[in-house]
């Protein structure tokens, strides 16, 4: 099983980033893919859901209206379209993907700061 994150990086207040979560060795298109992130201090906090399907979503309510995630079950990948960047959104951003068994990723960094 991998569960690897890429796009992560440093941006100014007000960017934009894309963040992609690649998986293999499941079956991917019946797990949920979330995505979670934590700041340092701070504990690991949910950033956004979507089911198997593609249908549902949640957002936390610090990235409502700002972030999107998205699925391709084709290309076993999620995706987290960041935009409207606040250095408060600066954080190690990782992928979990969650039915029989719960995965993680090993994280990107995003570091939002003029």
């Known amino acids: 099983v991998r569960v690897v994150e890429s796009g992560g990086g440093l941006v100014q207040p007000g960017g934009s980033l894309r963040l992609s979560c690649a998986a293999s060795?499941?079956?991917?298109?019946?797990?949920?893919m979330s995505w979670y992130r934590q700041a340092p201090g701070k504990e690991r906090e949910l950033v956004a859901t979507?089911?198997?399907?593609?249908?549902?979503?949640r957002y936390a309510d610090s990235v409502k209206g700002r972030f999107t995630i998205s699925r391709d079950n084709a290309k076993n990948t999620v995706y987290l379209q960041m935009n409207s960047l606040k250095p408060e959104d600066t954080a190690v951003y990782y992928c979990r993907a969650s039915y029989i068994r719960t995965y993680w990723g090993q994280g990107t960094q995003v570091t939002v700061s003029s």
């Open positions: 060795g499941f079956t991917f298109s019946s797990y949920v």
């Open positions: 979507l089911s198997s399907g593609g249908v549902s979503t």
